[in-house]
């Protein structure tokens, strides 16, 4: 530990168009989930510039980035990380509350997106009360709730059997086509990356070692 | 993010540790009821002695006594004592000298007096020794001459028995209730309208109701008079006098009591009645009435220009408020204690709930949680604990001081004294307790807020 700097990613160049869908590939400590991290704003470049939407995020307050994180950029975990006391239909309402929506029409989004997404019976059950694949569910429709442009993808289906898997990312390639969200998706899976995505990018030691599709 | 969305996320977290939230703010409501308490008591003692002022129900009475003679060496220095010490009156100039007047308390005073405006009434203060023997018992007593004004007082409005002087009668009394029970074990009603001796040394003088006796509770060979004097009424406590000032026990009308007086003094001046006029006497102090408690400062100050010594009640009021506000500082000092550990336990209790939910910071963060709205979360539940704690600190409080009331009165009551009480819970102390505990409470919440608030988000998720 200490203070000296590790470089998890340098000099990286990406520039990603909208409504693609990007897969980040690359194996553990490459650099792509801190890439992702940056991206959604939850962490800061110590150097260099990171423009999303025109704006620089380097550069931006930690207000303006809860702003840019509530509202540019929805983000979907391996772990889901739904909060456990909550039902379903309030997980997804949270994102909403921050955002400063009122209740009723936080309540009727939050139904009406999970009513898309297949879970309409199950919303008010907690998390524990819900398999895998639901959570993550409940998890896209919390990070859809603000309608941003941008979804945000850490290894999605990393805590899923691989029918479930195939699921969600259905459901992250329909938003993707259909709705015309632009998707980064973090994964070590190169050949779920391939499958779905229009790009690929390898990272490997927080460099950009290789590209490939589009 | 809404004012209402941040309380109900508040409650829901508070809601989710019941135990730690309840005993929290269990500890919370100890500190308050310790401090409002402690403030309760101060203003109930308070209340009590000025009540026992108020009820002694002479706001309007001013004592006036001649000024301490100055001496010589004192010089200009020496003047900056207080009116009771014959200090300078007011409004006299710099370079009065020793030579000032010191008019005397006579007849002629009392008229001069009582011709300043609103002025109601002006008397001496005339006490008296004498023995008092009645049913066989001797006693002494100091009698005090009694204005026929004074059966307005509120004393003389609800006796123990009997009633007050008859207009024009001389020869009557009145006793107190614990003089009377010193002197006999007759019930009160019994005694009133029975005939009670009081005897002074004097040479014979002739007076009515009075006559020459050579026994009494004096050496032998002085010469007594006696004076039979029917008792009119029992009352409770002599009205005018604060705790330890009213030992005199009998009341006799004004005009008896300077008849006693002046006899007495006769006598000490050495034998029969030099037929002094009765305007010349001087006393040694006057009560002076106003017609309003209102007008108290302002004809206090205008008895001091005339080179008396003047006192009120207010004066004694307002020096027992300041020795009344120090004793609030210090009891409320001593309630602030365990204010000061339920706030540290507040503390806990907040980091403690950060431990547990740093995840879930993480997680509100990661979706669109500003730093301001996390704080504002923590900042809401700290002061909830506050406001609850404050309020059932207070019905602690209140509970408590009426237990102790309850258990003290027990005491003063086998003691003989007059039960009160002991605690006092005004509505400013109530809303006061209150609105501190909730500032304590957001004082005690802020750095746990604060952190909560500083939780960089990626450490939080991987928190568990």
């Known amino acids: ?214 | 993010m809404t004012f209402r969305d941040t309380f109900g996320l508040a409650l829901r977290n508070l809601n989710q540790a019941k135990l730690r939230t309840a005993l929290t703010t269990l500890g919370v409501s100890i500190g308050i009821a310790s401090l409002a308490g402690m403030m309760s008591l101060g203003v109930g003692l308070e209340e009590q002695l000025t009540g026992r002022f108020t009820q002694s129900g002479l706001f309007d009475a001013i004592t006036v006594t001649r000024q301490a003679p100055r001496f010589a060496g004192r010089g200009a220095r020496g003047r900056g004592f207080g009116p009771r010490f014959g200090g300078p009156a007011r409004g006299q100039g710099p370079g009065s000298t020793a030579d000032e007047p010191r008019p005397p308390l006579d007849d002629a005073t009392i008229a001069a007096l009582a011709a300043l405006p609103a002025v109601r009434e002006v008397y001496p203060n005339i006490r008296v020794p004498v023995g008092v023997t009645f049913d066989q018992a001797d006693d002494f007593a100091m009698a005090s001459g009694t204005p026929a004004s004074a059966r307005n007082e509120g004393a003389f409005q609800s006796m123990t028995a009997g009633t007050f002087f008859p207009d024009g009668a001389a020869d009557v009394c009145m006793l107190t209730l614990d003089f009377l029970k010193g002197l006999t074990d007759k019930a009160p009603a019994d005694v009133v309208g029975q005939t009670i001796t009081l005897s002074y040394a004097t040479s014979p003088v002739d007076l009515p109701g009075m006559v020459a006796s050579g026994a009494g509770m004096v050496a032998p060979d002085v010469p007594q008079s006696t004076l039979l004097c029917r008792i009119s009424g029992i009352v409770e406590r002599e009205p005018g006098t604060l705790a330890g000032a009213g030992l005199s026990g009998v009341m006799v009308p004004l005009e008896t009591a300077k008849t006693i007086d002046a006899a007495i003094s006769e006598a000490r001046r050495g034998g029969a009645p030099d037929g002094t006029p009765a305007n010349t006497r001087t006393y040694s102090s006057l009560t002076v009435r106003v017609s309003g408690a209102e007008h108290t400062q302002d004809v206090e100050d205008k008895i001091k220009n005339l080179h008396f010594t003047a006192f009120s009640i207010a004066d004694a009021l307002q020096g027992a408020k300041r020795a009344f506000l120090i004793l609030d500082i210090v009891l409320a000092l001593i309630g602030s204690i365990a204010l000061a550990v339920s706030s540290l336990g507040i503390v806990n209790t907040m980091v403690m709930s950060i431990l547990e939910r740093t995840r879930e910071i993480g997680i509100m963060k990661a979706i669109g949680g500003g730093d301001g709205d996390i704080r504002r979360i923590f900042l809401v539940e700290a002061s909830t604990i506050g406001l609850l704690g404050g309020a059932a600190g207070i019905a602690l409080g209140w509970a408590v001081g009426r237990i102790i009331n309850f258990g003290a009165n027990i005491y003063i009551r086998s003691q003989g004294g007059a039960p009160g009480n002991l605690f006092s819970l005004p509505l400013w102390l109530i809303g006061g307790a209150i609105a501190f505990s909730w500032v304590v409470s957001l004082i005690a919440g802020s750095y746990p807020a604060r952190r909560a608030a500083r939780l960089d988000p990626i450490q939080a998720l991987r928190h568990d």
């Open chain 1, 1 to 214: 530990m200490g203070t000296a700097t590790v470089r998890a990613l340098d000099g990286i160049s990406l520039e990603v168009a909208q409504g693609e869908f990007v897969g980040l590939l690359g194996t553990s400590g490459s650099g792509k989930s801190t890439l992702l991290n940056l991206i959604a704003g939850l962490d800061r470049p110590t150097d260099g510039s990171l423009e999303i939407f025109g704006r620089d995020l380097a550069g931006m307050s930690s207000a303006e980035l809860s702003h840019h994180r509530s509202r540019n950029v929805g983000i979907i975990f391996q772990s889901f990380n739904l909060i456990s006391t909550m039902s379903a239909v309030e997980n997804v309402g949270l994102s909403m509350m921050f955002a400063g929506v009122p209740k009723a029409t936080r309540d009727a989004r939050a139904k009406q997106l999970l009513d898309q997404l297949g879970l309409g019976p199950r919303r008010e059950h907690r998390p524990r009360e819900l398999s895998g694949g639901e959570q993550q569910r409940v998890a896209i429709a919390r990070a859809l709730a603000n309608e941003p442009e941008l979804l945000l993808a850490d290894e999605p289906t990393g805590n899923l059997d691989s029918r479930t898997s195939r699921d969600i990312m259905g459901v992250l390639k329909d938003l993707n086509e259909r709705v015309g969200k632009t998707v980064i998706m973090v994964t070590h899976d190169a050949s779920l990356a391939q499958q779905y995505a229009h790009r690929t990018v390898t990272l490997m030691d927080g460099a950009v070692v290789g590209e490939a599709g589009a």
